[in-house]
């Protein structure tokens, strides 16, 4: 509450200092008096706009917005790259997380091209019949499946997080006992922990995509024998068998 009251009282004090300085005959003068129709509608502009900063502004130190609704995702919502990033656009609005959100909608724009181009690999390759072909298509769909995955988790932590408390909390302006109030910003710190664990990994799978395109491309000729002595093959198999899940 003393927070809000400072606030308009600085902002009240900065209001009226300017009218009483554009309006002054003592400063600009501009007022109903001054000669000249310009000057008086540029007067009537100014109060106008006084009327509607003073409103406005004080009506949302006052009113504090309504919290937006947290609604948690899952497939049938997401189908493609756009949704995914269209769902971290939403929640731009949590400053907590910005950086983070830029840098999944990013890992989605890298690893969408990379995921288009293996395809075309293996159907100029082999047939889609072909068990090397569907080897490691399903591989590498497995592998990307984990990838969005991780970003749905990261959709819905960053959804659940709420940032006004948090910032209270950090601010101290919540009545609550030391020890809960540490428990609290500990939790909060694990959900911010939570979503850079899964940049982390998502990294991990765009890197070993790349890996995989590198080895392909070292390969004298493309054949179902050396596309299965591909050590990175198993390297992706082993991801998905042991992190195909990443939290809860």
Same mark, same amino acid.
């Given at each position: 509450m003393k927070r809000k009251l400072f606030k308009l009282l600085v902002f009240n004090l900065l209001l009226s200092g300017a009218c009483i300085f554009i309006?002054?005959?003592?400063?600009?003068?501009?007022?109903?008096?001054?000669?000249?129709?310009?000057?008086?509608?540029?007067?009537?502009?100014?109060?106008?706009?006084a009327i509607l900063l003073f409103i406005t502004v004080n009506y949302r130190i006052l009113v504090p917005p309504k919290p937006k609704k947290v609604k948690l995702v899952d497939g049938e919502e997401l189908k493609s790259p756009k949704d995914y990033i269209r769902s971290l656009q939403s929640l731009l609005y949590k400053k907590e997380f910005a950086n983070y959100i830029s840098v999944l909608i990013g890992q989605i724009n890298r690893i969408s091209p990379k995921q288009a181009s293996l395809g075309v690999i293996l159907e100029q390759n082999f #047939?889609?019949?072909? !068990?090397? @072909?569907?080897?490691?298509?399903?591989? *590498? +769909? #497995?592998?990307?499946? !984990?990838? @969005?995955?991780?970003?749905?988790?990261? *959709? +819905?932590?960053i959804g659940v997080f709420d940032e006004e408390e948090y910032h209270k909390l950090l601010r101290n302006e919540l009545a609550l006992p030391e020890d809960s109030k540490q428990l609290k910003i500990q939790i909060y710190g694990e959900h911010?922990?939570?979503v850079d664990g899964i940049i982390r990994q998502n990294e991990v799978i765009i890197t070993l995509l790349d890996n995989l395109m590198l080895e392909i491309s070292k390969l004298d000729g493309i054949n179902g024998q050396s596309m299965e002595n591909l050590q990175i093959l198993a390297e992706m198999k082993e991801l998905i068998k042991n992190t195909k899940y990443y939290g809860n």
């Open positions: 309006i002054s005959d003592g400063f600009l003068g501009v007022n109903m008096s001054a000669p000249g129709i310009g000057t008086k509608l540029i007067f009537l502009l100014v109060v106008l706009a #047939e889609k019949t072909e !068990l090397t @072909y569907i080897k490691f298509t399903t591989t *590498i +769909n #497995e592998v990307v499946g !984990l990838f @969005y995955e991780n970003i749905k988790k990261a *959709i +819905n932590r911010l922990s939570y």
